[in-house]
């Protein structure tokens, strides 16, 4: 008879029988896979050296992972899009802020619980008459105008009030005052109207001066 395990050439005829022993008693044989590769199950844990490819689902259970807290200095997160839900407290650093000047017409602050507002303008040099300031005091529950005349020459101011923006409906809320050069003086409408301006009139003189309005919602 030839020796067919040794020296038979043909694949398809070459098999081979796998027992285990479990203690002293014997184990189903290992079955082997349709690929050729044998199927078994690993009980308790295994040291593996080199590269294992693994077919199928690997999972792997660890703990006691040393994750280090993530540093502003190296790193980074960013967010594609979606909400994030943030709980405790959020500090955020920044520095080199590009903050532009507040303006009444965008911008306003609450102080306490009031909202405040604010406007400012000035002239220098002019000679004659002009109106600056035009706000809608109309929802405001307290404001003023302040005024201070930095040049020499002596100017009178005075308020207008009208129902709205149009020139011709504005009239005097009080009669001009006065207001000699290095002279600061406050103003605050006496009758209720929605919109309120500053007049001022120069005399002639060049006048050069301050405009404030600060109000209160």
Same mark, same amino acid.
Request: glycine share 8%; aromatic share 6%.
């Given at each position: 008879?030839?020796? #067919?395990?040794?020296?038979?050439? %043909?694949?398809?005829?070459?098999?081979?029988?796998?027992?285990?022993?479990?203690?002293?008693?014997?184990?189903?044989?290992?079955?082997?896979?349709?690929?050729?590769?044998?199927?078994?199950?690993?009980?308790?844990?295994?040291?593996?050296?080199?590269?294992?490819?693994?077919?199928?689902?690997?999972?792997?259970?660890?703990? #006691?992972?040393?994750?280090?807290?993530?540093?502003?200095?190296? &790193?980074?997160?960013?967010?594609?899009?979606?909400?994030?839900? %943030?709980?405790?407290? %959020?500090?955020?650093?920044?520095?080199?802020?590009?903050?532009?000047?507040?303006?009444?017409?965008? &911008?306003?602050?609450?102080?306490?619980?009031?909202?405040?507002?604010?406007?400012?303008?000035?002239?220098?040099?002019?000679?004659?008459?002009?109106? %600056?300031?035009?706000?809608?005091?109309?929802?405001?529950?307290?404001?003023?105008?302040?005024?201070?005349?930095?040049?020499?020459?002596?100017?009178?101011?005075?308020?207008?009030?009208?129902?709205?923006?149009?020139?011709?409906?504005?009239?005097?809320?009080? #009669?001009?005052?006065?207001?000699?050069?290095?002279?600061?003086?406050?103003?605050?409408?006496?009758?209720?109207?929605?919109?309120?301006?500053?007049?001022?009139?120069?005399?002639?003189?060049?006048?050069?001066?301050?405009?404030?309005? #600060?109000?209160?919602?």
């Amino acid at each position: 008879m030839p020796n #067919n395990i040794v020296f038979n050439p %043909v694949a398809e005829q070459l098999k081979t029988l796998i027992h285990g022993m479990q203690g002293t008693t014997p184990t189903p044989l290992l079955l082997d896979s349709t690929t050729g590769k044998l199927l078994s199950t690993v009980d308790g844990s295994v040291t593996v050296a080199g590269t294992v490819t693994a077919q199928g689902t690997l999972t792997v259970t660890a703990s #006691n992972l040393d994750i280090r807290p993530l540093s502003g200095a190296t &790193d980074s997160v960013t967010i594609s899009s979606g909400t994030v839900t %943030v709980a405790g407290t %959020v500090t955020v650093t920044a520095s080199s802020l590009d903050i532009r000047p507040l303006t009444a017409s965008t &911008d306003s602050f609450t102080l306490g619980s009031r909202t405040f507002l604010e406007d400012s303008t000035s002239i220098a040099g002019v000679t004659g008459t002009g109106v %600056v300031l035009m706000e809608n005091t109309g929802n405001k529950s307290m404001y003023s105008y302040y005024i201070t005349n930095t040049g020499t020459n002596t100017i009178s101011i005075k308020l207008q009030i009208s129902p709205t923006t149009t020139d011709t409906y504005f009239v005097d809320d009080i #009669n001009s005052i006065s207001l000699a050069g290095g002279s600061i003086t406050v103003l605050t409408a006496v009758k209720f109207m929605q919109y309120t301006r500053l007049y001022y009139d120069t005399g002639g003189a060049a006048a050069t001066a301050e405009f404030y309005y #600060n109000a209160q919602v």
